[in-house]
């Protein structure tokens, strides 16, 4: 957890109207490759809709866990 002054710092927010108060949230997200998930992905490394279909916004970070 940061304080609300160091969140600030590194993203700043501007609001107009300025509300009363302000409640700030910040989400982290890490992606958990499976080995199925990587067999999976080298199967398909020829066929990129293919690629895209099974494995959506996690593609990316699906293929930057091989080693081709």
Same mark, same amino acid.
């Given at each position: 957890?940061?304080? /609300? *002054?160091?969140? /600030?710092?590194? !993203?700043? !927010? ?6 009363? #108060?302000?409640? *700030?949230?910040?989400? +982290? *997200?890490? #992606?958990?490759? &499976?080995? %199925?998930?990587?067999? &999976?992905? *080298? $199967? !398909? #490394?020829? /066929?990129?809709?293919?690629?895209? %279909?099974?494995? +959506? ?7 930057? $866990?091989? $080693?081709?």
């Amino acid at each position: 957890m940061l304080p /609300d *002054r160091e969140v /600030d710092a590194l !993203l700043p !927010l501007s609001i107009s109207p300025s509300p009363t #108060e302000v409640e *700030r949230v910040l989400v +982290g *997200r890490v #992606e958990v490759i &499976t080995p %199925e998930m990587q067999e &999976t992905a *080298r $199967s !398909l #490394e020829q /066929d990129p809709q293919a690629w895209e %279909e099974a494995f +959506g916004r996690f593609a990316e970070p699906v293929g930057a $866990s091989l $080693s081709w």
